[in-house]
Protein backbone atom coordinates (compact mmCIF):
# COMPACT_ATOMS: atom_id res chain seq x y z
CA UNK A 1 0.00 0.00 0.00
CA UNK A 2 2.86 2.25 0.62
CA UNK A 3 4.44 1.73 -2.66
CA UNK A 4 1.39 2.57 -4.12
CA UNK A 5 1.27 5.80 -2.41
CA UNK A 6 -1.13 5.26 -0.55
CA UNK A 7 -2.15 8.74 0.98
CA UNK A 8 -4.47 7.79 3.89
CA UNK A 9 -4.75 4.93 5.98
CA UNK A 10 -7.87 2.56 5.05
CA UNK A 11 -10.37 2.52 7.63
CA UNK A 12 -10.02 -1.30 8.71
CA UNK A 13 -6.88 0.32 10.26
CA UNK A 14 -8.43 3.15 12.42
CA UNK A 15 -8.45 2.24 16.27
CA UNK A 16 -11.13 4.52 18.05
CA UNK A 17 -8.75 7.02 19.89
CA UNK A 18 -9.67 8.44 23.27
CA UNK A 19 -11.35 11.35 23.56
CA UNK A 20 -8.84 14.75 24.19
CA UNK A 21 -11.37 15.68 26.63
CA UNK A 22 -10.52 12.55 28.70
CA UNK A 23 -7.63 13.93 30.90
CA UNK A 24 -6.47 10.19 32.11
CA UNK A 25 -4.69 10.16 28.39
CA UNK A 26 -3.75 13.62 28.27
CA UNK A 27 -0.08 14.18 26.92
CA UNK A 28 1.75 14.70 30.13
CA UNK A 29 0.49 11.54 31.24
CA UNK A 30 1.49 9.75 28.83
CA UNK A 31 5.01 10.55 29.93
CA UNK A 32 5.15 9.74 32.71
CA UNK A 33 4.11 6.37 31.85
CA UNK A 34 7.82 5.53 31.51
CA UNK A 35 8.85 5.20 34.43
CA UNK A 36 12.24 5.03 34.61
CA UNK A 37 13.88 4.17 37.61
CA UNK A 38 17.34 3.92 39.29
CA UNK A 39 18.53 1.38 40.81
CA UNK A 40 21.91 2.96 41.30
CA UNK A 41 23.19 1.96 45.41
CA UNK A 42 20.16 0.01 46.36
CA UNK A 43 22.54 -2.41 47.49
CA UNK A 44 24.57 0.15 49.73
CA UNK A 45 21.44 2.27 50.85
CA UNK A 46 18.40 0.67 53.06
CA UNK A 47 15.85 3.55 53.04
CA UNK A 48 16.63 4.16 49.21
CA UNK A 49 16.23 0.46 48.70
CA UNK A 50 12.56 1.19 49.99
CA UNK A 51 12.18 3.56 47.78
CA UNK A 52 13.12 1.89 44.82
CA UNK A 53 11.10 -0.89 46.05
CA UNK A 54 7.82 1.49 46.42
CA UNK A 55 8.03 2.74 42.82
CA UNK A 56 8.48 -0.26 41.20
CA UNK A 57 5.76 -1.93 42.81
CA UNK A 58 3.84 1.76 41.86
CA UNK A 59 4.98 0.95 38.37
CA UNK A 60 3.63 -2.52 38.24
CA UNK A 61 0.13 -2.45 39.98
CA UNK A 62 -0.50 0.98 37.22
CA UNK A 63 1.17 -0.36 34.22
CA UNK A 64 2.70 -3.33 34.52
CA UNK A 65 6.24 -2.25 33.33
CA UNK A 66 8.70 0.37 33.90
CA UNK A 67 12.71 0.96 33.06
CA UNK A 68 15.56 0.95 34.32
CA UNK A 69 18.15 3.88 34.38
CA UNK A 70 21.42 2.89 32.89
CA UNK A 71 23.99 4.11 34.85
CA UNK A 72 27.06 3.21 32.55
CA UNK A 73 26.47 6.45 31.04
CA UNK A 74 26.40 7.76 34.81
CA UNK A 75 29.99 6.35 35.17
CA UNK A 76 31.46 6.85 32.15
CA UNK A 77 30.81 10.56 32.95
CA UNK A 78 31.91 10.08 36.24
CA UNK A 79 35.53 8.43 34.76
CA UNK A 80 35.58 11.39 32.16
CA UNK A 81 34.95 14.34 34.99
CA UNK A 82 38.05 12.31 36.90
CA UNK A 83 39.89 11.77 33.88
CA UNK A 84 39.73 15.69 32.90
CA UNK A 85 40.70 16.74 36.30
CA UNK A 86 44.18 15.30 35.48
CA UNK A 87 44.47 16.12 39.43
CA UNK A 88 45.00 11.99 39.91
CA UNK A 89 43.55 10.27 43.25
CA UNK A 90 45.71 12.60 45.39
CA UNK A 91 43.94 15.40 44.06
CA UNK A 92 40.44 14.03 45.46
CA UNK A 93 42.43 13.24 48.41
CA UNK A 94 43.22 16.86 48.51
CA UNK A 95 40.01 18.35 47.87
CA UNK A 96 39.11 16.32 51.22
CA UNK A 97 37.31 13.54 49.88
CA UNK A 98 35.78 11.70 52.73
CA UNK A 99 34.45 8.92 50.59
CA UNK A 100 35.97 6.61 47.78
CA UNK A 101 33.86 7.71 44.79
CA UNK A 102 31.61 5.09 42.91
CA UNK A 103 34.17 4.41 39.60
CA UNK A 104 36.87 3.26 42.44
CA UNK A 105 34.27 0.53 43.99
CA UNK A 106 35.99 -2.94 43.71
CA UNK A 107 32.44 -5.23 44.45
CA UNK A 108 34.42 -8.07 44.31
CA UNK A 109 36.90 -6.69 47.22
CA UNK A 110 34.08 -7.01 49.69
CA UNK A 111 34.12 -10.86 49.04
CA UNK A 112 37.99 -11.77 49.13
CA UNK A 113 40.11 -12.25 52.06
CA UNK A 114 41.89 -8.31 52.70
CA UNK A 115 44.81 -10.40 53.84
CA UNK A 116 46.48 -13.80 54.36
CA UNK A 117 43.95 -15.47 56.19
CA UNK A 118 44.58 -19.09 56.41
CA UNK A 119 47.06 -21.14 56.24
CA UNK A 120 49.73 -18.81 54.92
CA UNK A 121 49.83 -15.94 57.95
CA UNK A 122 52.86 -17.60 58.75
CA UNK A 123 54.81 -17.48 55.44
CA UNK A 124 56.41 -14.73 54.05
CA UNK A 125 57.89 -14.83 50.90
CA UNK A 126 61.99 -15.57 50.60
CA UNK A 127 64.84 -13.35 51.41
CA UNK A 128 67.84 -14.40 49.43
CA UNK A 129 71.23 -12.53 50.42
CA UNK A 130 73.47 -12.00 47.71
CA UNK A 131 76.53 -10.96 49.32
CA UNK A 132 78.11 -13.76 48.40
CA UNK A 133 77.42 -14.43 45.90
CA UNK A 134 81.15 -13.97 43.87
CA UNK A 135 82.84 -15.79 46.90
CA UNK A 136 83.53 -18.84 45.77
CA UNK A 137 81.72 -21.34 43.08
CA UNK A 138 79.53 -23.53 46.72
CA UNK A 139 78.06 -20.38 48.01
CA UNK A 140 76.77 -19.04 43.91
CA UNK A 141 75.63 -22.54 43.92
CA UNK A 142 73.24 -21.79 47.22
CA UNK A 143 72.01 -18.74 45.69
CA UNK A 144 71.07 -20.01 42.86
CA UNK A 145 69.53 -23.28 44.53
CA UNK A 146 67.77 -20.54 46.30
CA UNK A 147 66.48 -18.76 43.33
CA UNK A 148 65.11 -21.74 41.96
CA UNK A 149 62.81 -22.86 44.89
CA UNK A 150 61.78 -19.46 45.24
CA UNK A 151 60.81 -19.19 41.04
CA UNK A 152 59.10 -22.67 41.38
CA UNK A 153 56.99 -22.55 44.59
CA UNK A 154 56.60 -18.41 45.31
CA UNK A 155 56.96 -16.56 41.62
CA UNK A 156 58.42 -13.77 43.87
CA UNK A 157 61.39 -13.30 46.65
CA UNK A 158 63.58 -10.46 48.14
CA UNK A 159 66.77 -9.87 47.42
CA UNK A 160 69.28 -8.27 50.44
CA UNK A 161 72.67 -7.11 49.32
CA UNK A 162 72.07 -6.96 45.89
CA UNK A 163 74.91 -4.71 45.30
CA UNK A 164 72.93 -1.14 44.32
CA UNK A 165 73.77 1.43 46.96
CA UNK A 166 71.22 2.35 49.57
CA UNK A 167 71.40 6.01 49.21
CA UNK A 168 70.06 5.72 45.77
CA UNK A 169 67.19 3.10 46.61
CA UNK A 170 66.23 6.48 49.37
CA UNK A 171 66.49 9.11 46.20
CA UNK A 172 64.54 6.96 44.19
CA UNK A 173 61.43 6.96 46.68
CA UNK A 174 62.27 10.58 47.67
CA UNK A 175 62.12 11.08 44.21
CA UNK A 176 58.75 9.44 43.53
CA UNK A 177 57.39 10.76 46.23
CA UNK A 178 58.16 14.39 44.84
CA UNK A 179 56.54 14.15 41.49
CA UNK A 180 53.32 13.10 42.77
CA UNK A 181 53.92 16.13 45.36
CA UNK A 182 54.49 18.95 43.24
CA UNK A 183 51.64 21.77 42.33
CA UNK A 184 48.74 20.05 40.71
CA UNK A 185 49.44 22.57 37.23
CA UNK A 186 52.78 21.82 37.27
CA UNK A 187 51.75 17.57 36.82
CA UNK A 188 49.21 18.39 34.47
CA UNK A 189 51.75 19.09 31.76
CA UNK A 190 52.83 15.40 31.99
CA UNK A 191 49.25 13.65 32.35
CA UNK A 192 48.45 11.70 29.77
CA UNK A 193 46.97 8.28 28.73
CA UNK A 194 49.17 7.86 25.42
CA UNK A 195 51.37 4.73 25.93
CA UNK A 196 53.29 5.75 23.30
CA UNK A 197 54.94 8.44 24.85
CA UNK A 198 58.37 8.08 26.88
CA UNK A 199 57.04 9.55 30.04
CA UNK A 200 53.96 9.93 30.98
CA UNK A 201 51.96 10.57 34.68
CA UNK A 202 48.35 9.71 35.02
CA UNK A 203 46.37 7.34 37.26
CA UNK A 204 44.90 4.17 35.82
CA UNK A 205 45.90 2.09 33.25
CA UNK A 206 42.99 0.63 31.22
CA UNK A 207 40.90 3.34 33.33
CA UNK A 208 37.69 2.92 30.76
CA UNK A 209 37.86 -0.77 30.47
CA UNK A 210 38.34 -1.77 34.03
CA UNK A 211 35.19 -2.29 36.20
CA UNK A 212 36.94 -0.37 38.98
CA UNK A 213 39.82 2.14 38.94
CA UNK A 214 42.65 2.10 41.44
CA UNK A 215 43.46 4.20 44.32
CA UNK A 216 46.90 5.09 43.23
CA UNK A 217 48.17 7.63 40.71
CA UNK A 218 51.78 6.56 38.47
CA UNK A 219 54.65 8.16 36.70
CA UNK A 220 56.03 5.68 33.77
CA UNK A 221 58.86 5.70 31.94
CA UNK A 222 60.58 3.78 29.23
CA UNK A 223 64.44 3.98 30.15
CA UNK A 224 65.81 1.14 27.91
CA UNK A 225 67.10 -0.02 25.45
CA UNK A 226 66.99 4.08 24.43
CA UNK A 227 66.87 6.11 27.64
CA UNK A 228 64.66 9.39 27.60
CA UNK A 229 66.30 12.22 27.02
CA UNK A 230 66.67 13.92 30.29
CA UNK A 231 64.80 17.03 29.54
CA UNK A 232 61.98 14.83 28.70
CA UNK A 233 61.76 13.89 32.57
CA UNK A 234 60.46 16.04 35.48
CA UNK A 235 63.53 17.95 37.36
CA UNK A 236 62.80 16.69 40.72
CA UNK A 237 63.06 12.94 39.72
CA UNK A 238 65.42 13.19 35.90
CA UNK A 239 68.89 12.06 37.49
CA UNK A 240 68.29 9.82 39.84
CA UNK A 241 65.76 8.01 37.72
CA UNK A 242 68.40 7.60 34.79
CA UNK A 243 70.97 6.39 37.90
CA UNK A 244 68.21 4.12 39.58
CA UNK A 245 67.63 2.96 36.13
CA UNK A 246 71.46 1.81 34.92
CA UNK A 247 71.73 -0.06 38.39
CA UNK A 248 68.67 -2.06 37.72
CA UNK A 249 69.70 -2.88 34.31
CA UNK A 250 72.98 -4.11 35.67
CA UNK A 251 71.22 -5.95 38.59
CA UNK A 252 68.83 -7.46 36.34
CA UNK A 253 72.29 -9.18 34.18
CA UNK A 254 73.22 -11.01 37.88
CA UNK A 255 69.45 -12.36 38.30
CA UNK A 256 69.04 -13.37 34.78
CA UNK A 257 72.38 -15.42 34.98
CA UNK A 258 71.25 -16.60 38.22
CA UNK A 259 67.53 -17.56 37.22
CA UNK A 260 69.68 -19.46 33.42
CA UNK A 261 71.55 -21.44 36.15
CA UNK A 262 69.02 -22.32 38.12
CA UNK A 263 66.90 -23.74 34.67
CA UNK A 264 69.89 -25.84 34.57
CA UNK A 265 70.80 -23.56 30.76
CA UNK A 266 73.76 -21.73 30.47
CA UNK A 267 74.23 -18.26 32.48
CA UNK A 268 74.12 -16.09 29.07
CA UNK A 269 70.94 -18.14 28.07
CA UNK A 270 68.49 -15.51 29.17
CA UNK A 271 70.64 -12.34 28.48
CA UNK A 272 71.05 -14.18 24.81
CA UNK A 273 67.04 -14.23 24.47
CA UNK A 274 67.39 -10.84 24.89
CA UNK A 275 65.14 -11.06 28.37
CA UNK A 276 67.41 -7.86 30.11
CA UNK A 277 67.35 -5.72 26.81
CA UNK A 278 64.21 -3.46 27.93
CA UNK A 279 62.79 -1.83 30.85
CA UNK A 280 60.88 0.37 31.41
CA UNK A 281 59.79 2.22 35.59
CA UNK A 282 56.91 2.86 36.87
CA UNK A 283 56.52 5.24 40.34
CA UNK A 284 53.54 4.25 42.23
CA UNK A 285 51.84 7.13 44.29
CA UNK A 286 49.01 5.07 46.56
CA UNK A 287 47.81 8.02 48.89
CA UNK A 288 45.63 7.63 52.19
CA UNK A 289 42.29 6.21 51.56
CA UNK A 290 39.08 7.24 53.71
CA UNK A 291 37.29 3.85 52.88
CA UNK A 292 40.29 1.36 51.89
CA UNK A 293 37.70 -1.80 52.49
CA UNK A 294 35.85 -0.67 49.47
CA UNK A 295 39.10 -0.40 47.08
CA UNK A 296 42.11 -1.60 45.85
CA UNK A 297 45.71 0.35 45.30
CA UNK A 298 46.16 -2.02 42.67
CA UNK A 299 43.97 -5.15 41.24
CA UNK A 300 45.18 -8.61 41.09
CA UNK A 301 47.31 -9.16 38.18
CA UNK A 302 50.56 -10.67 36.73
CA UNK A 303 53.19 -9.09 35.05
CA UNK A 304 53.38 -9.68 31.39
CA UNK A 305 57.29 -9.44 31.07
CA UNK A 306 60.31 -11.44 31.75
CA UNK A 307 61.13 -10.46 34.97
CA UNK A 308 60.01 -7.19 37.30
CA UNK A 309 61.99 -5.64 40.34
CA UNK A 310 59.94 -3.40 42.71
CA UNK A 311 60.97 -1.54 45.63
CA UNK A 312 58.69 -0.53 48.27
CA UNK A 313 58.88 1.92 51.04
CA UNK A 314 58.07 1.16 54.80
CA UNK A 315 54.17 1.17 54.27
CA UNK A 316 53.17 -2.52 53.30
CA UNK A 317 50.43 -3.54 50.88
CA UNK A 318 51.79 -5.52 48.50
CA UNK A 319 50.33 -8.95 48.71
CA UNK A 320 51.41 -12.16 46.52
CA UNK A 321 48.49 -15.18 45.93
CA UNK A 322 49.92 -18.35 47.39
CA UNK A 323 48.24 -21.37 47.48
CA UNK A 324 44.50 -19.55 47.20
CA UNK A 325 45.71 -17.08 50.17
CA UNK A 326 46.89 -13.56 50.20
CA UNK A 327 50.35 -13.36 52.10
CA UNK A 328 51.55 -9.93 52.99
CA UNK A 329 55.09 -9.20 51.37
CA UNK A 330 56.79 -7.33 54.64
CA UNK A 331 58.93 -4.32 54.19
CA UNK A 332 62.35 -5.39 54.34
CA UNK A 333 64.87 -2.08 54.62
CA UNK A 334 66.85 -2.13 51.77
CA UNK A 335 66.01 -4.94 50.13
CA UNK A 336 64.70 -5.17 46.61
CA UNK A 337 61.39 -7.78 45.63
CA UNK A 338 61.55 -9.70 42.59
CA UNK A 339 58.71 -11.31 40.46
CA UNK A 340 58.98 -13.41 37.24
CA UNK A 341 56.53 -12.25 34.97
CA UNK A 342 54.80 -14.27 32.16
CA UNK A 343 56.98 -14.24 29.14
CA UNK A 344 59.39 -16.04 31.78
CA UNK A 345 56.62 -18.64 33.19
CA UNK A 346 56.10 -19.10 28.87
CA UNK A 347 59.84 -19.91 28.08
CA UNK A 348 60.64 -22.16 31.13
CA UNK A 349 57.52 -23.98 30.77
CA UNK A 350 55.52 -23.23 33.65
CA UNK A 351 58.75 -23.93 35.55
CA UNK A 352 59.25 -20.70 36.92
CA UNK A 353 55.73 -19.07 38.13
CA UNK A 354 54.41 -16.07 37.24
CA UNK A 355 52.05 -15.51 40.26
CA UNK A 356 48.92 -13.32 40.78
CA UNK A 357 49.66 -10.14 43.30
CA UNK A 358 47.79 -6.71 44.24
CA UNK A 359 48.30 -3.98 46.57
CA UNK A 360 45.73 -3.39 49.28
CA UNK A 361 44.43 0.56 49.74
CA UNK A 362 45.47 1.84 52.92
CA UNK A 363 43.96 4.19 55.68
CA UNK A 364 47.26 6.04 56.35
CA UNK A 365 49.47 7.32 53.45
CA UNK A 366 51.10 8.09 51.17
CA UNK A 367 52.88 5.07 49.79
CA UNK A 368 55.57 4.52 47.36
CA UNK A 369 57.02 1.80 45.28
CA UNK A 370 59.14 1.82 42.36
CA UNK A 371 58.33 -1.10 40.06
CA UNK A 372 61.08 -1.86 36.75
CA UNK A 373 60.01 -4.23 34.45
CA UNK A 374 61.88 -6.03 32.25
CA UNK A 375 59.50 -6.00 29.57
CA UNK A 376 58.63 -4.81 25.42
CA UNK A 377 57.34 -1.77 25.03
CA UNK A 378 54.07 -1.63 22.49
CA UNK A 379 55.95 1.53 20.39
CA UNK A 380 59.05 -0.18 19.47
CA UNK A 381 59.92 -1.20 16.67
CA UNK A 382 59.27 -4.84 14.94
CA UNK A 383 61.17 -7.20 17.02
CA UNK A 384 60.22 -10.42 15.13
CA UNK A 385 62.03 -12.66 17.53
CA UNK A 386 59.64 -15.29 18.90
CA UNK A 387 60.05 -16.91 22.59
CA UNK A 388 57.98 -19.99 23.07
CA UNK A 389 59.55 -22.62 25.67
CA UNK A 390 63.09 -23.46 25.55
CA UNK A 391 63.82 -26.62 23.83
CA UNK A 392 66.38 -27.89 26.38
CA UNK A 393 63.73 -27.73 29.03
CA UNK A 394 61.32 -29.78 27.08
CA UNK A 395 60.87 -33.54 26.99
CA UNK A 396 58.32 -36.56 26.85
CA UNK A 397 57.42 -35.95 30.08
CA UNK A 398 57.58 -32.27 29.72
CA UNK A 399 56.18 -31.33 26.48
CA UNK A 400 55.63 -27.62 25.36
CA UNK A 401 52.65 -26.15 27.23
CA UNK A 402 52.14 -22.47 24.75
CA UNK A 403 52.91 -22.42 21.73
CA UNK A 404 55.36 -19.47 20.53
CA UNK A 405 54.63 -15.44 20.20
CA UNK A 406 56.57 -12.30 19.85
CA UNK A 407 57.26 -10.58 23.46
CA UNK A 408 55.26 -7.64 21.49
CA UNK A 409 52.39 -9.31 20.58
CA UNK A 410 51.38 -10.71 23.74
CA UNK A 411 51.94 -7.08 25.32
CA UNK A 412 49.56 -5.96 22.97
CA UNK A 413 47.17 -8.85 23.77
CA UNK A 414 47.09 -8.18 27.38
CA UNK A 415 46.47 -4.50 26.49
CA UNK A 416 43.19 -5.27 25.05
CA UNK A 417 42.20 -7.59 27.58
CA UNK A 418 43.14 -4.94 30.33
CA UNK A 419 43.29 -5.97 34.34
CA UNK A 420 40.64 -8.49 34.56
CA UNK A 421 41.98 -10.47 36.85
CA UNK A 422 43.03 -13.23 34.31
CA UNK A 423 46.29 -14.53 33.18
CA UNK A 424 46.76 -14.08 29.86
CA UNK A 425 48.97 -16.93 29.44
CA UNK A 426 46.04 -18.79 29.10
CA UNK A 427 45.47 -17.33 25.62
CA UNK A 428 48.68 -19.27 24.62
CA UNK A 429 48.06 -22.81 25.72
CA UNK A 430 48.09 -25.55 23.42
CA UNK A 431 45.65 -27.21 24.89
CA UNK A 432 43.13 -25.14 27.05
O1 LIG B 1 53.49 -1.23 44.27
C1 LIG B 1 53.88 -2.38 44.38
O2 LIG B 1 54.41 -2.81 45.39
C2 LIG B 1 53.69 -3.38 43.26
C3 LIG B 1 53.41 -2.77 41.95
C4 LIG B 1 53.02 -3.78 40.92
O3 LIG B 1 52.59 -4.87 41.20
C5 LIG B 1 53.10 -3.42 39.51
O4 LIG B 1 53.47 -2.29 39.19
O5 LIG B 1 52.79 -4.30 38.66
Redesign the pocket.
Known sequence: MVDFAADRIPQIFIRELPKLSDKSHSSDLYKSVFLVIDFQGIDKDESLRCHVIDKVRDSCQKWGFFSEKDSNDDRKSELEAFDDSKTGVKGLVDSGAAKVPRIFIHEQNKLEHKSGSGNCQNFTIPIIDFQDIDRDASARCEIIDKVRKACEKWGFFQVVNHGIPLNILEEIINAVRKFHELDADVKKEFYSRDETRSMIYNTNFYFYQAPAANWRDFLYCVMAPRPPNPEELPAVCRSVMMDYSKEVMKFGLTVFELMSEALGLNSSHLKDLGCAERLYL?G?Y?PACPEPELTL??SK?T?SGFL?V?L?DQMG??QVLHEDDWVD?EPVSGSL?LNVGDMTQLISNDKFKSVY?R?LAKNNGPRI?V?CFFRTHLEEGNDSRLYGPIEQLLSQISPPIYRETTAKDYVKYIDSKGLDGTSGLQHLKLSK
Do not use: E, R
Open positions: IHYGLHDTVQGLVIHVSA
